[in-house]
């Protein structure tokens, strides 16, 4: 297993077992999953839009305002950073195919 998909996993675990989680816990985890975002997205191509709609302005702002975010809101933003996490990897999986196709 990948160390992605462990973390993949933490994130969900995280998000279904959000009480045993501290404010602090809570926001370290937000942030290792930001800057696993922002690594995999540079790895794809993707350029940084820091606006609103963008996954990475929303998770940063959760994780800045931990302690004011309900269980709910904390816990989407865990399974948000998780799924978006899961697609990046598919698509670096599928960009590593086609190179080593060629």
């Known amino acids: 297993m990948s160390a992605t998909t462990i973390f993949i996993s933490?994130?969900?675990r995280a998000a279904n077992e959000l009480r045993k989680l501290d404010d602090y816990?809570?926001?370290r985890l937000l942030y290792r999953a930001i800057a696993?975002?922002?690594d995999g997205r540079e790895?794809?191509?993707?350029?940084?839009?820091?606006?609103?709609a963008d996954v990475v302005v929303?998770?940063?702002?959760?994780?800045?305002s931990v302690y004011r975010r309900s269980d709910d809101e904390v816990k989407a933003a865990f399974l948000n950073a998780a799924n978006?996490?899961?697609t990046l990897k598919i698509v670096l999986d599928a960009k590593d195919d086609v190179l080593q196709g060629e």
């Open 10 to 12: 933490e994130l969900v």
């Open 25 to 27: 816990q809570r926001s």
């Open 36 to 38: 696993t975002i922002r």
């Open 43 to 52: 790895q794809v191509g993707v350029p940084q839009t820091k606006t609103a």
């Open 58 to 64: 929303d998770l940063q702002t959760i994780a800045a």
């Open 84 to 86: 978006t996490i899961r």
